[in-house]
């Protein structure tokens, strides 16, 4: 399958088989993202990191939970940190804050469920 041709799934009622981190490519010195659900509900995003990339702290008003599909990173939940690799998850709380940062390059799926 062609992951460029991947759309946003916004409430259609579509079947793609894909790999998560086919959908996205590294690029040096920055973040790269694509969401592959956005609905009112939640969203789920998949990232490529370059070595040395990251998230600053921040939180939100929802449990986050990151799944780990290529590389190494590590995760820091209230200046706690997980290092965390392929096929690795980690919910995070929320209203704690965490931050993301790389260990090498790594991709992540992103998944935010708002209730």
Do not use: W
Request: hydrophobic share 45%.
């Amino acid at each position: 399958m062609d992951v460029a041709k991947l759309t946003l799934n916004t409430g259609s009622d579509h079947s793609t088989v894909f790999n998560y981190a086919d959908t996205v490519t590294y690029q040096a010195g920055t973040v790269v993202s694509k969401t592959i659900v956005k609905k009112e509900t939640g969203t789920i995003t998949v990232f490529a990191f370059g070595k040395g990339q990251g998230l600053s702290e921040h939180s939100a008003p929802f449990d986050a939970i990151i799944q780990i599909v290529d590389g190494i990173a590590e995760v820091l939940i209230d200046k706690k940190p997980y290092i965390l690799s392929i096929v690795q998850t980690i919910i995070m709380p929320a209203n704690i804050p965490h931050a993301v940062k790389s260990v090498t390059d790594f991709k992540m799926v992103l998944t935010m469920i708002r209730g």
